[in-house]
């Protein structure tokens, strides 16, 4: 099986990036949501931004930003990849795909299986589908898994990652049950609320990498 592409979420401080791509994260995710303890301001996100070398990707996340938050951000922060975690509909991501020109994700909370059925209306909208657990006190970034075996046998038509509760101990389970192509933590790795973990972002990684 092909090494999974791997995507920390969350990070803050440019000791967490380097760490994380130092481990063979592809993806580095930057939290812009004020009611998160991630959260990141404008500057802040643009700054460490450049912190990610060409050779991976920058993920700018939002949760049900307005239009202008939404532009301001990607013309700020230049992401290679936005990803949508909030009540964001299918024509929305769409149109910032098509305007903004950059890869677009949109998070899909899985409550049951039959979630994965209506899974087609992002189709041409988006260019991954990230499955996660339902939104909690937050959109996303819970710490919170659902049943992986879900996605075991479901017939993606969709680019696609897991996230949800994904730590050291359990993603490489979590990627032989369900072939996930790319993970994405940020609980996981973190030693309390919003503060990330080198140890734990490196044994993250080479357990999904060994996987
Ligand atoms: O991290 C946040 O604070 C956050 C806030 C609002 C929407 C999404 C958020 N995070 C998303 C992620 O960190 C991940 O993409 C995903 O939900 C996995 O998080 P976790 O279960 O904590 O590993």
């Known amino acids: 099986m092909t090494a999974p592409l791997i995507k920390i979420c969350g990070l803050s401080t440019t000791e967490t990036i380097e760490a994380s791509l ?8 930057f939290v812009h949501f004020e009611p ?9 996100a ?16 939002l949760a049900n930003a307005d239009p202008h938050t939404t532009a301001t951000a990607i013309d700020r922060i230049r992401p290679d990849v936005v990803q949508f975690h909030g009540r964001e509909t299918p024509e929305w991501v769409g149109l910032v795909r098509q305007q903004a020109k950059v890869e677009v994700w949109k ?20 260019d991954r589908l990230l499955y996660d657990a339902p939104a ?6 819970n710490g919170e898994a659902f049943d992986w075996n879900w996605l075991s046998d479901h017939d993606h038509e969709i680019d696609w990652g897991l996230a949800g509760g994904l730590t050291p101990e359990n993603v490489a ?11 994405d933590t940020s609980s996981g790795v973190e030693s309390a609320p919003g503060v990330k973990d ?10 999904a990498l060994q996987s």
Do not use: Q
């Open 136 to 141: 909690k006190a937050l959109p996303g970034g």
């Open 22 to 29: 130092d481990a063979g994260a592809s993806h580095i995710g």
């Open 46 to 61: 643009a700054r460490l931004r450049r912190c990610v070398s060409s050779d991976r990707k920058a993920v700018l996340l």
């Open 173 to 183: 389970r979590a990627i032989r049950t369900t072939g996930a192509p790319l993970v």
């Open 36 to 44: 998160s303890s991630r959260h990141l301001s404008l500057d802040d």
């Open 107 to 126: 998070a899909v909370g899985l409550r049951e299986p039959a979630t994965l059925k209506r899974a087609g209306k992002w189709k041409g909208k988006v």
């Open 198 to 207: 080198v140890d734990l972002i490196r044994s993250f990684c080479e357990a």
